[in-house]
């Protein structure tokens, strides 16, 4: 009897599996405008997911929008009282594009710092090599042992050139690449000015 009653419920545990509807993918990546307040504009990723494919409508997106950007994955990650922003969500991807002298200047791309993990980083180690480009401009070239984008592996590039400042003042413009395991070109960063601020495209 135990085991008729058993045989029985897997039977109907199956059907109700096979029955279920399926997981819906995730539509294409979209952000769009939230809000806005004196510290920027609020944008909401729809539909993000951490791959390369999103890394890159992430970037191209910052790159045509300008002033202060504070993009998140959800609409409720932040909650405004008298317009200022408290965030009420801390385990979600958020993306922050400051950008340089902000503050007054709403029509400003030149990015200053970017943000993209505010998750758990696992710190990665760079094979670093050092020279000079075709146009006479000097190069560092950053490699790891990766496939494609991901938040982690962008963060970490972004921290090492920000935290390369005293070789970026040695020259007007300082470039670094990013290369993957198979050689391949995936970012390209340039700073201007002295280090004070850059352009960076997702290749």
């Not at 939230?34 to 997106?61: A, P």
């Not at 005293?166 to 198979?182: A, D, H, V």
Request: aromatic share 16%.
């Amino acid at each position: 009897m135990k085991s008729t009653l058993l045989f029985l419920y897997s039977m109907l545990l199956s059907v109700l599996v096979s029955c279920s509807p399926p997981k819906k993918p995730l539509g294409k990546p979209n952000i769009h405008h939230l809000r806005d307040n004196y510290l920027g504009h609020y944008y909401v990723f729809d539909n993000f997911q951490d791959n390369e494919n999103c890394i890159k409508y992430l970037f191209n997106f910052a790159e045509k929008n300008k002033g202060y950007l504070i993009i998140m994955t959800h609409k409720d990650m932040y909650e405004f009282d008298d317009n200022i922003a408290f965030i009420k969500d801390t385990a979600s991807h958020k993306f922050i594009f400051n950008r340089e002298d902000n503050q007054g200047n709403d029509t400003n791309t030149r990015n200053f710092r970017i943000s993209v993990n505010y998750l758990k980083k696992t710190k990665l180690h760079f094979k670093i090599e050092q020279g000079i480009n075709k146009d006479k401009l000097p190069v560092k070239k950053l490699s790891t042992d990766f496939d494609s984008l991901n938040v982690n592996i962008v963060q970490n590039f972004l921290d090492y050139s920000y935290d390369d400042y005293e070789t970026q003042k040695q020259s007007e413009k300082y470039i670094y690449e990013l290369y993957n395991k198979k050689d391949s070109l995936k970012i390209r960063q340039v700073y201007h000015n002295f280090g004070k601020w850059f352009e960076i495209d997702i290749l």
